[in-house]
């Protein structure tokens, strides 16, 4: 088999050209390019009803929208979070000189696991980050038990959990506050962007001051803010997007299902379990590659690319392999042997509203074609 086109494990879903013409006119006609424009004010309005949030603050990008979370709830110290994730992660911890302490996954839904977490707390701890990875909830109500105990903040790295409802509500409303990213490889794009979901307009006033150089009026500084505001091009986009996310997040949900059915009983081929209490919005479809499976991790993927297809090692290298943080005491291997083995074994297989049945029944194929030396 040979694919002409290359498959990439994403693709934008960008609504018709045409459509955004007449967002781009209004923002000509407005002269209104960036501060809190009218699309920005709408998009907040919009986005917050849409997923189910009291007060949303939209931002340049997520990273911006990490960083300014920590600065929003003033945390110090040290914090405890997850080694499997994208770096932005831990590093919006180290712009806020705050020492990220790592945790090791659950292998069932690779997020933080929660046994760990209290003999991870010292007297320096101040918050905990953990991260819905690949959308899935994490274990909201442990975490806040334990947090409540120790007298800690909660802020989820939300930036894959775009529409997730957990238990009849948004999972972002778990935690003081939830980051988003609008990134063009996640589910919901504005190129560039993220926001902050937060529980009361008291926070939501500071977050708007804290993205605006700390602005309170044009005379008044109120504290050493940042540049974090997402611009009116961007805004409008995601006014256009969202009247296409349900569409898409319901293609991705067939797709899904499809890669599930077709590569169910594959052996050596497992697929992440989800919890039946928890919408998705199937922003990744990982795999997870075991000694049953003829080839490697990696020899899979290679033989994915011989065929075009590019699948990406979601999360390999862990953050904590990372130069930066590999000489932290948490990020020693020891300590986190359930994030080290299922790093070495996971790929995420291409999901995007545009994929093919055709293309989908391809990659499985490639995958299914493999035969142990000798078979
Ligand atoms: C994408 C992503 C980010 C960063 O978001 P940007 O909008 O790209 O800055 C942070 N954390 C996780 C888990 C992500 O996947």
């Known amino acids: 088999m040979s694919n002409k086109i290359n498959i990439y494990v994403t693709q934008p879903c960008l609504p018709p050209l045409e459509e955004f013409i007449p967002y781009l006119e209004k923002i000509w ?16 309005t919009a986005l917050a009803q849409y997923l189910g949030v009291e007060h949303l603050a939209l931002f340049a990008n997520g990273t911006l929208a990490l960083i300014t979370a920590l600065q929003t709830l003033r945390i110090t110290g040290e914090v405890i979070t997850t080694p499997y994730s994208f770096v932005a992660t ?10 990220p302490v790592f945790v090791d996954i659950d292998p069932v839904d690779c997020n933080i696991d929660p046994d760990k977490i209290e003999q991870a707390i010292t007297p320096h701890t101040s918050a905990i980050m953990p991260v819905h990875c690949y959308g899935n909830p994490c274990n909201v109500e442990r975490i806040q038990q334990i947090a409540d105990t120790y007298g ?35 589910v919901f794009t504005t190129f560039e962007g ?9 926070t939501k006033q500071r977050i708007d001051y804290l993205k605006n150089f700390g602005h309170a009026g044009e005379v008044t500084v109120v504290a050493p803010g940042i540049n974090g505001k997402m611009n009116e091009v961007q805004a409008a986009f995601g006014m256009l997007q ?19 059915k077709l590569l ?11 919890r039946s209490d ?36 979601y999360f ?11 000489g932290l005491p948490s990020s020693e291997r020891s300590n986190l042997p359930v994030a080290t083995d299922v790093s070495g074994r996971v790929l995420c297989l291409p999901i995007y509203p545009n994929l093919s049945d055709g293309q989908i029944a391809d990659i499985v194929e490639v995958i299914a074609s493999s035969k142990r030396a000798g078979q």
């Open 242 to 260: 969202l009247q296409y996310i349900d569409a898409a997040i319901e293609r991705r949900r067939r797709i899904d299902v499809l890669y599930r």
């Open 90 to 99: 831990a590093h919006s911890l180290v712009w806020n000189s705050i020492t």
């Open 264 to 274: 169910s009983g594959l052996p050596g081929i497992a697929c992440l379990s989800r």
């Open 316 to 326: 390999y290298p862990l953050i904590t392999e990372f130069p930066m943080y590999r």
């Open 152 to 186: 800690l903040k909660v802020i989820y790295d939300a930036a894959h959990a775009f529409g997730v409802r957990y238990r009849g509500e948004s999972l972002l409303n778990h935690g003081n506050l939830s980051v988003l990213s609008f990134h063009a490889t996640k």
């Open 278 to 313: 928890a919408t998705c919005n199937y922003s990744y479809f990982p795999i997870f590659v075991s000694s049953d499976y003829p080839l490697s991790r990696d020899a899979l993927n290679s033989k994915l690319r011989d065929n075009n297809i590019y699948a990406r090692r």
């Open 29 to 44: 006609e407005s002269k209104w390019l960036t501060n809190a424009g009218p699309y920005h004010q709408k998009l907040e």
């Open 194 to 202: 993220g926001a902050i979901v937060c529980p009361d307009a008291k």
